[in-house]
């Protein structure tokens, strides 16, 4: 294989596949980056075996061929060059020298035939502007789960259906959602994992096309433009989440989202780091939140609201609430309680293209 393509595009798609290459190598390959040279392009293509994403650049083309070479290596040595052309060339023992004026470098690559081949779909796909997608999945993911003993709430459940999506996530202590009606040409319903929603997020987010999405049995398929992400589909069954959505939060009040996240911010560094569990006292007019840690130190700070209903008291992970302050767009999220043992829930005012709610179970907090 022989070509040469210009810094900036190379890197470009680089930058999406390096995310996918596990740190540690698990099985032959997964740690490179398959390059294959095509007519007038170059096919890039990364693996985990759960996910994969293949990428294309325009090239050069003077000899056909292929070479896996390590990915993070490769990214390296690109990002070090200087905005010029690359000379990538590769010999029968599947070495690749790279060059860029005066500066050569020499990769130990392996056999292309020893990558993975990816599943390829046939099937329909439903359409969704990117710019949407992006913007669910920035709203969604801080509410999916860490936990290895419990897999299937690691990921958002995506429901598309002909006139309607939404984007659920949760890890059993808070939960968000996000919808939007549209005209949607294939109903899905399916599990998508936290890594592929992040490096699926990078793929959407500066794209002003349409994301088109398939599903089989086991595996979910995004194409986007020229590039293209296949992913295992996370197993287990998802709770009913619609029955810890609110229903009787009848006490309502409106918050600035820009102060009220920073005097969240600022009362939880007196709270314990392990649990930093901040209390909400909402009474006429006003809401004070305060924190104290095993260390005997506290902090408070009163934030002015236009509320005159019943006295609440609450606790929550202040970690929970400023993630979901900080995911949120608009200027003010209104709070909405039933007392001050039961979920308070997150909203923002709702628009004409999505609306979005969060969800925070309590922690029990002293009165004094």
Known sequence: MHIRVDRSQIWTELNYLQGVAPTKQIATGLSHVLIEAMFGKIRLRATDLDLTITAECQADILKHGSICVPVRKLTDVIRSLPKAEIDIKTDDKFQATITCNSSRFKLNGMNPSDFPEPETYSGLFA?????????????????AGRQESRYALNCAKLEISKGHIRMVATDGHRLAMIEREGEFNEPIEALIPRKTLTELAKLCASSDEALQIGKTDNKIHFKLGAREMVSQLAAGVYPDYTKVL????????????????????????????????????????????????????????????????????????????????????????????????????????PSSQCDWIGVVMPIRVSDR
Not at 129 to 143: K, L
Not at 318 to 327: N, P
């Open 127 to 143: 359409e969704i502007p990117a710019e949407v997608f992006s913007y669910f999945i920035h709203h969604v993911i801080q509410a």
């Open 246 to 349: 609110p229903k009787e939060n009848h006490n309502r009040f409106t918050v600035e989202r820009n102060p009220t996240l920073a005097a969240i911010r600022r009362v939880a560094l007196a709270a314990d780091e392990h649990l930093p569990v901040i209390k909400l006292e909402i009474r006429n007019g006003e809401m004070r939140i305060s924190s104290n840690s095993r260390e005997m130190w506290e902090a408070g700070e009163t934030i002015p609201i236009n509320y005159s209903g019943e006295a609440i008291t609450t606790g929550f992970n202040a970690t929970y609430l400023s993630d979901f302050f900080s995911a949120a767009n608009k200027e003010e999220l209104s709070f909405e309680f039933k007392d001050g043992y039961s979920p308070a829930q997150l909203r923002c005012k």
